[in-house]
């Protein structure tokens, strides 16, 4: 059970409302941050030239995902998934899920984090040592986790709008590169490879959405559409994603992106724009670097929540995003002793760890509510009859 104390110290802390896009704003880092890196490579070396198939069949069978994810939300009754484990399995259970949840988001972010390295060291800073890039990239981070609610969403909205910006340049710097013969053959090994790299990319861009959770609605201010703008703005993530995969198909051929790391990048270096706006890459390539680290925002602020609900001190909570940090540091530059051994890490066991841990708990709190709701009707059924008894 959660103190008045720290109920208290929470509504002085997070007194500001969730503001313009809210929630939904959340949607766009959430569903591209798993991409570079990790889920490009793995869908173009199943599905190769057909991998914008895919892009479509994940986005329908990721449908079924994101509607229990939705469920979710509408009954959380405005509490984030700390204490919405809490009101639905009780102090010790759900201090258990709590733990793994907490667990598994650090890991999740320290790997989103490496990503974020190695890109930077591969693309950027190729002489610059991993440990301090790291450093660079949770400073700002460290500094989100520790504000509010409200003002994450709003640095997640500002991410949003500068994404969608960069996109549309870098889709009409674009355009004129992209050549037909590059899309062929279509099909020519049948449908089996882009379904199953559909899947795929519903684990990757769909799964990790389960943390919109993380955000307590009750901070929302009045009168937002929630529900309606995650549908919209999972469409236009798909569309953008498609796109993505469409683009660098057509642009670079399969021949091509089998050979280069982060072929989204890669294909930014053929942009020009009017012919006069060219070697821009490294400008556009931020919507890949903002996304990722509002991700780890994301993901470490639900650490901290959890972390601020037992140490409710005020010098405690002041010092938790700094330690969180740390641990994340470490966990990151420890995690793997080569760029290979990464690769091999992230091609044969994320997608199912992803599963594994999101998708169960997705469920599990899909049918407990369900089974809370039901009850709670009956309970509500049978004292309106006992009432008309009396009466």
Not at 38 to 62: P, W
Not at 238 to 255: D, K, R
């Amino acid at each position: 059970m959660v103190s008045k104390e720290v109920e208290l110290k929470e509504n002085v802390l997070d007194c500001d409302r969730i503001q313009g896009f809210g929630v939904s704003s959340f949607v766009y880092p959430l569903m591209i941050s798993c991409f570079l890196g990790m889920g490009t490579n793995i869908i173009y070396n199943l599905a190769k030239v057909d991998s914008y198939i895919s892009v479509i069949i994940g986005s329908i069978i990721g449908i079924i995902p994101l509607m229990l994810i939705i469920y979710i939300i509408k009954n959380s009754n405005g509490d984030d998934i700390v204490d919405l484990n809490l009101k639905l399995f009780g102090a010790k259970i759900g201090t258990v899920f709590n733990i793994l949840l907490n667990i598994f988001a650090i890991l999740f972010a320290s790997l989103i984090l490496y990503n974020i390295t190695i890109f930077l060291d591969v693309e950027y800073i190729p002489d610059t040592n991993s440990l301090y890039v790291k450093i660079i990239v949770l400073m700002p981070i460290i500094y989100a986790i520790s504000k509010n609610i409200a003002v994450i969403s709003r640095l997640s909205q500002m991410v949003l709008i500068v994404g969608f910006i960069l996109f549309i340049l870098s889709v009409l710097g674009l355009v004129g590169g992209m050549k037909i013969e590059n899309l062929q053959p279509f099909l020519s090994n049948g449908l089996t490879n882009p379904i199953k790299a559909g899947f795929l990319y519903a684990v990757f861009a769909v799964l990790p959405l389960f943390f919109l959770v993380v955000i307590p609605r009750k901070y929302e201010e009045k009168g937002q559409n929630t529900i309606r703008r995650i549908v919209i703005m999972y469409i236009i993530m798909n569309v953008i994603i498609f796109s993505m995969f469409f683009i660098t198909t057509a642009v670079l051929g399969y021949g091509m992106i089998s050979v280069f790391k982060h072929p989204e990048y890669m294909v930014l270096k053929g942009i020009s724009i009017l012919s006069v706006i060219e070697r821009i890459e490294s400008t556009l390539a931020l919507q890949f670097l903002f996304s990722m680290t509002m991700s780890i925002v994301v993901l470490l602020y639900l650490v901290v929540r959890s972390c601020r609900k037992i140490f409710p001190s005020l010098k405690a909570q002041q010092i938790i995003p700094y330690i969180l940090g740390l641990v994340t540091l470490l966990i990151s530059y420890y995690m793997f002793p080569n760029s290979m051994s990464a690769s091999y890490f992230v091609e044969n066991y994320v997608p199912y760890i992803l599963t594994a841990v999101i998708l169960s708990m997705v469920l599990i709190l899909s049918i407990t509510i369900f089974i809370r709701n039901i009850n709670e009707r009956k309970n509500h059924s049978s004292l309106n009859q006992s009432k008309m008894n009396i009466e």
